[in-house]
């Protein structure tokens, strides 16, 4: 589950990470009012209007702007809310801001320069432990870094049976280029940035910059956090952040009807029991010559309502020219799929597209039985092979 950016730093400083501190607004009327609360607690007199969208890239597209006092945060505000922001990672339609983050200026004067890091916590899964990932190069695209000078690029990876030790800190800090009171500092972020990475049971916490200001403080401007789903049983506080404005509306609709789905760009849709499965069937697609329009795994308790269901959403796809149903009978009946497939073809009526089903393991004949005397225009396949030849000769 991805987060947005003020609900990142919310956990940070939960952990002690220090923050640029700031507060959501969703009209232009509250960003003046959250401006003057900031004001009021911090002193700041420019503040930094952040677009919270879940993409990066937000200061490209105009989603990040300076506003030089509080007379001009309303019309910055304004001019960001509401918008179609278009970064270089969302599609070409863009994402529509519904609130933006009201940030201190923390870029003032003082008596050294400010100095702009990248890091990041992670998974190595070549490795299967933890790595924090850092370069000098902050406030920029990491990936043009890993590319154009991959040798500012620094990882360190933590023993699980030990965890981030002292000395990892203070090398990730000394190969940063730092010293005395930034030094200092700098291990206590890294620290308190792992503890709240583990603590929260993330993916990926990513801080790109990673400010070191001008009286050698170490905070983060910003913070994309993505949580491990299968852990937000945990954090019953973290999941009620979750924001299905910024997912697939198909993708939301499919998780409330307990359907596992994600859209791919492809004319074959597919409907399958398990993940493995799922997968092999896109496989057997591509070696076909069609290309999959979805991964969808309806789960090991398929009745006829969650089948209709699945349709449905595949259906609305317009891409979809055909339609793979692959079902292993394990835990699940063939026959009651096989049903479910013959009453959701009658109750939508409006199926245009060829519905290929294979069904193997537990009372498969009988679902063969049931697609074939159905009398509806369903094609039936036993092997996986046969089903891919009729996808082939369909689409």
């Known amino acids: 589950m991805n987060l947005h950016e003020y609900q990142g730093k919310e956990i940070l400083a939960g952990y002690g990470v220090r923050i640029q501190r700031g507060k959501v607004a969703q009209t232009p009327a509250e960003a003046v009012e959250v401006a003057k609360q900031l004001t009021e607690e911090t002193g700041t007199s420019w503040y930094v209007v952040k677009a919270q969208v879940h993409a990066g890239g937000r200061g490209k597209g105009g989603g990040v702007k300076l506003a030089k006092g509080i007379d001009k945060v309303e019309e910055v505000a304004d001019s960001i809310i509401g918008m179609q922001l278009v970064t270089p990672q ?121 400010l070191k200001t001008s009286d050698d403080k170490i905070l983060a401007v910003d913070a994309k956090v993505t949580i491990d789903d299968n852990a937000l049983y945990r954090h019953k506080d973290i999941a009620e952040m979750r924001d299905t404005r910024e997912e697939d509306a198909t993708e939301v609709e499919a998780g409330e009807a307990g359907l596992n789905f994600v859209k791919l760009d492809g004319n074959v849709g597919c409907m399958v029991n398990g993940a493995g499965l799922a997968m092999a069937t896109m496989d057997i697609i591509k070696m076909a010559g069609g290309n999959p329009a979805n991964f969808l795994d309806v789960g090991g308790t398929a009745d006829a309502a969650r089948v209709e269901q699945a349709f449905r959403i595949i259906l609305r796809d317009e891409n979809v020219k055909a339609i793979l149903v692959n079902i292993f009978g394990g835990i699940v009946r063939c026959d009651r799929v096989a049903q479910g497939v013959v009453d959701a073809y009658k109750n939508m009526g409006n199926i245009n597209v060829p519905i290929i089903v294979r069904l193997q393991g537990t009372n498969a004949e009988e679902a063969k039985k049931l ?25």
């Open 90 to 210: 969302t599609s070409a339609e863009g994402k529509k801001v519904h609130q933006v983050l009201i940030a201190e200026d923390v870029y003032y004067p003082g008596e050294s320069e400010t100095s702009e890091f990248y890091m990041s916590v992670l998974l190595n899964r070549s490795t299967g432990r933890n790595m924090i990932m850092y370069s000098t190069e902050g406030g920029m695209d990491i990936e043009t870094v890993a590319e154009e000078t991959p040798h500012l690029i620094f990882t360190e990876e933590i023993d699980p049976k030990v965890g981030l030790t002292g000395f990892q800190a203070r090398k990730v800090a000394f190969n940063l280029g730092l010293s005395g009171a930034a030094f200092k500092d700098m291990t206590k972020f890294v620290t308190a940035l792992y503890k709240a990475y583990e603590g929260a049971d993330a993916s990926l916490f990513e801080i790109n910059p990673v």
């Open 371 to 395: 697609i074939d005397e159905s009398g509806l225009e369903v094609h039936s396949a036993i092997a996986l092979q046969e089903a891919a030849d009729l996808v082939q000769e369909l689409v």
